[in-house]
């Protein structure tokens, strides 16, 4: 197996533990809510869900740089560099890490940050599917800033939902 | 590029990450109930390490492979001012970080009992890790923007 394989393998694991353990921190997180307290049984399993993403973005970001320095020995340049898919992802990326911060500090409300950190991670897996993708950043960016807002009002449904079913 | 400057880059990105992920755990630990100081002294000991190995070997490949094959390329090409603006940036704010990590590291030995419970001491550190971490990952993001000004 060449370089080439093996870290396009490892980021692609890393995004599956990054966009499973956000998904399953948001059900839980809703199913939790429920009795409205947290107990230390739950509080365990939202720590493990936080564990996987945190495994899974440290993963992300090696990989993700391992790619960069073969495709610079490529010289693959700015066709690859300075695209908005790339772009859009590092950009991604940090809003990712930033929000996880302010989330763990309490800087921002909790819904508007699981909304944003959800989101993040799915469009950080669609831009890396979706590899034809030719727009440009501010047009990416955009689309982003739109599928947060999306995925506010659903969590918020799957909540009210949830709440109201039993 | 030869394999000692392969070598020498990867060391010098793999470091700068391992740093940056080292003092985003210390800041992530240091608002903990009950914090481990243990783990604080071993992790900004080694974000210490991290960023001035990465300093070494960033040093290595720049005086031995980019300043003579890569800036020239750079220079002569319609991405110039990635040299001129980005690449200066990155090497003068690059001095900063084992300054910032080592400020840490001491606070965190010779003061560590008062981490937690004296909060001003507790968030001016966080202040400091916070800035230490956004510095180093804006240096990654130049060091990635200056990588991609070299094509074919």
Do not use: Q
């Amino acid at each position: 197996m060449d370089w080439n394989v093996f870290l396009k393998e490892l980021h692609v694991l890393g995004t599956a533990l990054g966009v499973g353990g956000s998904t399953f921190a948001e059900i839980f997180a809703i199913k939790f809510a429920k009795d409205k307290k947290i107990d230390i049984f739950e509080h365990e399993v939202l720590k493990v869900c936080i564990s996987i993403i945190r495994i899974g973005l440290i993963i992300l970001t090696f990989s993700g740089l391992g790619l960069l320095v073969l495709w610079r020995m490529k010289l693959l340049g700015p066709d690859v560099f300075y695209s908005g898919r790339f772009l859009s992802k590092m950009t991604i990326l940090l809003i990712l890490l930033f929000i996880a911060l302010l989330m763990n500090f309490r800087l921002v409300n909790l819904k508007l940050g699981s909304a944003v950190s959800t989101a993040s991670w799915y469009t950080a897996m669609i831009l890396g599917i979706w590899r034809g993708l030719d727009l440009s950043y501010f047009a990416i960016m955009a689309g982003f800033g739109a599928f947060v807002v999306l995925v506010y009002f659903f969590l918020e449904y799957a909540r009210k939902t949830y709440l109201k079913s039993k | 590029m030869n394999e000692v400057n392969i070598f020498f880059l990867v060391a010098h990105i793999f470091l700068g990450t391992l740093g940056i992920i080292l003092l985003t755990a210390y800041l992530l630990s240091i608002f903990k109930k009950e914090i481990d100081f243990k783990w604080l002294k071993i992790n900004s000991f080694l974000a210490l390490v991290s960023f001035v190995a990465s300093w070494i070997t960033g040093g290595y490949y720049y005086t031995n492979y980019y300043g003579k094959s890569v800036k020239p390329v750079i220079l002569k090409g319609e991405f110039a001012w990635v040299h001129s603006i980005l690449t200066e940036t990155k090497e003068h704010v690059f001095l900063f970080l084992p300054f910032l990590t080592f400020a840490i590291f001491a606070i965190t030995f010779f003061a560590h009992s008062d981490i937690g419970e004296d909060k001003k001491l507790t968030l001016s550190i966080a202040g400091l890790c916070f800035t230490t971490v956004s510095t180093a990952l804006a240096i990654m993001l130049l060091g990635i923007a200056i990588s991609g000004a070299v094509g074919k």
